[in-house]
């Protein structure tokens, strides 16, 4: 997840504090319990803005959900990802466990959050780098809108997902219903969330997340 002089296993995806505000927010709009930030995705102001979704980039519907299954691949062939997912749970300090170091092309699912595929949004999470090399979301921040997500099923169906939107969240400006919210009640959707911005030294951490979100527009095999 970071490079430079950190040892393997400290920094985290976001701060303790953020993943507590994820667990609420999961329980909350996982399943459309509110209406979430109403489909808006442009990047937001104040936050270090990435691509966000560029006018005249044309997307393709909404599929309906699928039955809630768990997901044992993703593919994104557009940055070159093609990796297996595991379930991950919560450390002792409350955060979401990415994969270990020693796996760094593999990704991480909130396995008690939504099936990717199911009405919610399903949460997946990887490592950028170590402190040796890229890891397997080293260039998630060059998905465009418009790309496609592949999440292989354990059933063998694949849910099939197109990007809309790519920001860039400082931690200090961290917001967690935009980040975890629905976009739009009733649909499936995915995020991707990694490290981004800068590698600070003093607290062994990145400065910022890069978070790509995505909705279900295709199934296969079900």
């Known amino acids: 997840m970071s490079s430079g002089e950190r040892a393997p296993g400290n920094g985290r995806l976001l701060t303790g504090l953020a993943w507590a505000i994820l667990l609420l927010a999961l329980w909350l709009w996982g399943r459309d319990a509110t209406d979430g930030p109403g489909g808006a995705s442009a990047p937001t102001t104040g936050d270090v803005a ?36 595991v379930a991950r749970g919560l450390d002792t300090t409350g955060a979401v466990e990415p994969p ?9 699912w909130f396995g008690t959050g939504t099936r990717p595929g199911a009405r919610g949004a399903a949460l997946f999470v990887g490592h950028v780098d170590t402190t040796t090399k ?4 080293y260039n998630l921040s060059a998905a465009r809108p418009g790309e496609k997500i592949r999440v292989t099923r354990t059933d063998g169906s694949v849910a099939v997902f ?11 400006r961290f917001d967690a219903q935009k980040v975890y919210g629905v976009r739009e009640p009733g649909r499936a959707e995915l995020r991707l969330i ?15 997340n890069v978070v790509v979100s995505a909705y279900l527009t295709e199934a296969r095999g079900v």
């Open 50 to 85: 990435a691509v966000g979704r560029p006018l005249g980039v044309p997307l393709p519907p909404a599929r309906d959900p699928l039955t809630p299954v768990g997901p044992s691949r993703v593919d994104i062939p557009s940055i070159g990802v093609s990796a297996p997912v």
């Open 100 to 108: 270990p170091y020693e796996l760094p092309n593999t990704v991480g």
């Open 162 to 172: 197109t990007i809309d939107d790519v920001q860039v969240f400082s931690r200090e």
């Open 194 to 208: 990694t490290c981004g911005g800068t590698y600070d030294k003093k607290t062994s951490s990145y400065t910022a």
């Open 134 to 137: 890229p890891a397997v979301f």
